[in-house]
């Protein structure tokens, strides 16, 4: 039986209808979001980035497979009166690693975590003009990995707001440490096997968790490189944890 606090009946919302409860949700129904402030070139911060993850009732294509669950980064720009007006969605990168490991679910891993609260952990978003043109790139990472020559690599999509208003889009892939440090998928077939987990919520504690944040360094304002866009990384087996320092890209 699952209980009540894992996130197909948590109290926090309804997601059997995909809605969040007591929110205005400015057009959102789904599972999580959370957002950050941006300048786009106004020399205020009068736009809101918001990084979504959806519910069971939205679809993904990985290669040839359709999966329940889908990620969205949306961009709002804010009226005088705090009203917001969407003017871009973005569409983060999403590869094997975030595919539920299962024989009978077609869905990304995310839908399957533990706690709502647990996504604070492996969604992120942030802001900061790192190539000092006076409006600010947008970054998120979305619990997207990948295991390379014996290294974890967390990708960082970053998209850049283009004279034309396009948006050109970017992968940074951060080296996380040896792929071994992580749980493995023997591990997690053993985890499996020991616990009555009807969800299958431990494959979350195979990626990395990150967490984004930008700033003005020097204090010089706009110029070459006046920015940087500083991460942090967690690394996860069983409950040990090893927090590393802030590193800048």
């Known amino acids: 039986m699952v209980e009540k606090g894992v996130s197909y009946y948590s109290p926090l919302s309804d997601n059997e209808n995909d809605v969040i409860k007591g929110s205005t949700n400015n057009g959102f129904s ?12 106004s020399g205020y911060k009068d736009h809101v980035v918001e990084l979504r993850a959806y519910g069971s009732q939205y679809y993904t294509t990985v290669g040839n497979q359709q999966l329940s669950g889908a990620f969205a980064v949306k961009v709002f720009s804010l009226d005088t009166e705090g009203n917001r ?39 992120e978003v942030a802001a900061a003009d790192v190539d000092g043109d006076g409006v600010d790139e947008v970054f998120c990472y979305t619990d997207c990995y990948k295991d390379e020559n014996g290294e974890c690599l967390a990708c960082i999509d970053m998209w850049d707001l283009q004279p034309d208003s396009s948006w050109s889009h970017t992968q940074e892939w951060v080296d996380c440490g040896q792929a071994s440090y992580y749980v493995t998928e023997q591990e997690l077939a053993e985890i499996r096997n020991s616990k009555d987990d009807p969800t299958d ?13 930008g700033g003005d360094l020097d ?21 040990r944890q090893l927090w590393l320092p802030l590193r800048v890209l």
Not at 30 to 41: E, F, H, P, Q, R
Request: proline residues 4%; neutral net charge; aromatic residues 10%.
């Open 85 to 123: 007006t969407e003017v871009a969605s973005l569409s983060p990168t999403v590869n094997e690693s975030q595919i539920q490991a299962s024989n009978y679910s077609d869905e990304l891993a995310y839908l399957r975590a533990g706690y709502l609260q647990e996504y604070d952990s492996y969604f």
């Open 30 to 41: 789904g599972k999580y979001a959370t957002s950050v402030s941006a300048d786009l070139g």
């Open 219 to 239: 204090r010089h304002g706009y110029g070459p490189h006046h920015c940087r866009l500083g991460l942090r990384w967690q690394l996860q087996r069983g409950v």
């Open 201 to 213: 919520r431990m494959q979350l504690m195979m990626a990395p968790v990150v967490t984004l944040a």
